[in-house]
């Protein structure tokens, strides 16, 4: 027997509250009249019987009262012998996240989930999980050891980032329909990066009880990693002083201060080699500039010399394609010359020489082909002639892009090309002298992306709109929008290609956008998005996706997809590379791609830094997590001497017990003042 709040114990003080009610219960005497003393003899009369207990079955009752409550106040519970061993169904949870290939966590890990296994009783189900990037049930729950054992033997170490929120999703979704309470039995490192950022999500139901393995016994090896990276995903010029040059951070993680050697590998040779100063548990940043990369794609990474407790993420890979600068077709009314200029002038800051811009003005379009552009602009260009306008339709199919600016040509009722769209009203904000701002931006648009907006709305906020056009936005994806509710930025999605409808112009007559930093930030990202440089990023973190074919695409009417994983292999089945459109990068390395608009693109994939921190959970968090599963006190089982105990709380008898004695004790305590009255 045991007490779950053996505090509450303390509480037996007052037991003497009894004990004081009944001893200094006040003795009345009853006067009686008499009609003279001198006959009485003076004398002493002994208070000793009166200081004695009266009533013992009240003082007894009420003494029991009390005991009884403080008992179920410190929650009293027994251990009862059960054949549980048998009712029991046995989760194995294997954590094959990328921190676990720090030392022997994984090998040591592992080997303890077959020793469980193999102590388990022929009779009892068993079920195998990892626990990477994401939860693979590999078996079923049955008793079958040599296939629970082939399950176990099956797992390897992964590149994932593990989530225990994600385990506690899955377990509370498995116990709702499981037969039988679950022993969880997780093996794991226990890294307190795993832990999602709300502690609910890993609180598992009463019928499931949670023994912990922790493969790291609570040490945190010193570890250096290089945490990010920044480097160009396409440069054309290597002498470039601004675009040539990759910055990298390298950080430590319950490290000392040290003096870490850094150097950048391009395709497999080191070519500069630095020396940078870590202080303790920090960070240092190290530059390499110019970078010597050859034409096409370059497998590139940055990487720390010399090993520690995890030498697996001492690299950060990435990829550099260099190219000749691409051409951009510049499509404007004859009376257009501002927007050229402006655009020209922010492409050329923001893109240093990967662009080069010729411009057409709408009538010398006939003869043009799009498809030698890397993407086409449409500026106040009004009404295309119908044989480049058909040209330009069949160029997004095929995975082109196009910004269309709409500019002081768009009147009302005038139809966007490639839209098809007419425009439903123009607001001349200027005529009524209330400039319209932007009051929404979507910063996970590819074209508007920024990781911290702030609070001038990524300085959006300050810019002034005096001319702006009203289309129906339909099935695009509206990006940005005025102070008055109208659509600024749209996107439509057309089979593999894009059409980005700007409502506004590109010059200070319709806006004064044009004479603020972020229209620099602006055509840098945008021309990356329609030019498919922006899904062809320098790197990728494991477990991302990357789209391969347009949504809207019909299946089996585009081109095969190929993809080839860091091992060499093809993932894709010949069904899935016509039909697939994302694929999950589930392992760090370069990922050759073929996309379905024909597209070639070399990937370098790394593991979620956060892995990196090996820094395990808190023993009193871990034993929060195991022992309260469901933020109450739920029967426990446990194991001693191989026979299974069950934990059964006794706090609600003894409540009820102390209910019954405190009736008892109203009865009597109102008989006994019945005859007290009566005597008086």
């Known amino acids: 027997m045991g007490f779950l709040t053996p505090w509450f114990l303390a509480g037996l003080a007052a037991l003497g509250v009894p004990v004081f009610v009944h001893l ?32 013992l079955l009240l003082f007894a009752l009420r003494s029991a009262l009390l005991l009884l409550v403080v008992l179920a106040f410190a929650e009293p519970f027994v251990r009862l012998a059960t054949t549980g061993a048998k009712e029991h169904d046995l989760l194995i949870v294997l954590d094959n996240s990328f921190s676990m290939r720090a030392a022997t966590r994984f090998a040591e890990a592992k080997q303890q989930a077959l020793t469980l296994l193999a102590a388990k009783p022929p009779s009892q189900k068993a079920q195998v999980i990892a626990l990477g990037g994401e939860i693979e049930m590999l078996t079923q729950p049955v008793a079958d050891e040599a296939q629970l054992h082939s399950a176990l033997e099956s797992i390897q170490p992964g590149d994932g980032h593990a989530n225990f929120g994600e385990l506690g999703r899955s377990i509370r979704a498995m116990a709702e329909t499981a037969q039988r309470p679950l022993d969880l039995h997780l093996f794991s490192d226990m890294q307190r990066t795993a832990m999602p950022a709300n502690f609910a999500e890993m609180m598992l139901p009463p019928n499931v009880t949670l023994v912990l393995h922790d493969a790291a016994k609570g040490i945190a090896a010193p570890n250096w990693t290089v945490e990010r990276v920044s480097a160009p995903a396409e440069l054309a010029d290597p002498k470039d002083p601004k675009r040539s040059r990759v910055q990298a951070v390298v950080a430590g993680f319950g490290t000392p201060a040290a003096e870490k050697t850094v150097s950048l590998v391009v395709n497999g040779k080191p070519i500069v080699t630095h020396k940078v100063t870590v202080p303790a ?14 034409y096409g794609f370059n497998r590139c990474e940055v990487r720390i010399e010399g090993g520690d407790a995890f030498p697996a993420d001492d690299a950060s890979l990435f990829v550099i394609r260099r190219s000749d600068p691409e051409r951009v077709l510049f499509v404007h009314a004859s009376n257009d010359s501002r927007s050229v200029s402006y655009f020209g002038a922010a492409l050329g800051a923001a893109g240093a020489g990967s662009f080069l811009l010729q411009s057409a003005i709408t009538e010398q379009t006939t003869d043009l082909d799009p498809s030698k552009f890397s993407f086409v602009v449409l500026s106040d260009a009004g009404t295309l002639p119908s044989i480049f306008e058909h040209t330009l339709s069949q160029y997004v199919a095929k995975g082109g892009g196009v910004l269309i600016a709409l500019g002081t040509n768009a009147g009302r009722g005038t139809r966007i090309p490639l839209l098809g769209t007419d425009v439903r009203e123009v607001h001349d904000y200027a005529r009524i002298g209330a ?6 931006a979507d910063f996970t648009y590819p074209a508007l992306a920024q990781e911290q907006p702030g609070r001038d709305n990524g300085g959006w906020a300050e810019t002034k709109f005096f001319y702006a056009a009203s289309v129906n936005p339909g099935q695009t994806r509206v990006a940005a929008s005025l102070s008055d509710g109208t659509p600024l930025l749209l996107d439509r999605q057309s089979d593999e290609g894009h059409v980005l409808l700007f409502t506004s112009g590109l010059d200070n007559l319709t806006n004064d956008l044009p004479l603020h930093p972020v229209f620099v930030a602006f055509i840098d990202k945008a021309a990356r998005y329609l030019s498919g440089h922006e899904r062809l990023g320098a790197s990728q973190l494991v477990d991302s996706f990357v789209q391969l074919r347009s949504a809207a695409a019909p299946a089996g009417e585009v081109a095969n997809v190929e993809v080839i994983d860091p091992h060499g292999r093809r993932p894709l089945s010949l069904s899935e590379a016509r039909t697939v459109q994302t694929f999950r990068l589930q392992r760090a390395g370069f990922y050759q791609v073929r996309f ?12 979620d830094r956060r892995e990196s921190d090996l820094l395990p959970i808190p023993q009193d968090v871990q034993q929060l997590w195991s022992g309260n599963n469901a933020g109450g006190t739920p029967a426990e089982t446990t194991t001693l001497d191989d026979v299974k105990y069950r934990r059964v709380n006794l706090w609600w008898y003894a409540m009820l017990l102390a209910l019954v004695v405190a009736l008892a004790e109203a009865a009597l305590a109102s008989r006994y003042m019945r005859t007290q009255r009566e005597e008086a």
């Open 435 to 440: 400039p319209a701002t932007v009051s929404q």
């Open 596 to 607: 379905a608009n024909g597209q070639d693109a070399v990937i370098g994939v790394n593991p």
């Open 281 to 294: 548990d920090g960070r240092a940043v190290v530059e390499f500039a110019p970078i010597d990369v050859g």
């Open 24 to 55: 200094l219960r006040k003795h009345v005497t009853t006067p009686r009249l008499v009609s003279s003393l001198m006959f009485f003899e003076r004398g002493i009369q002994s208070s000793t019987r009166h200081q004695r207990l009266r009533y």
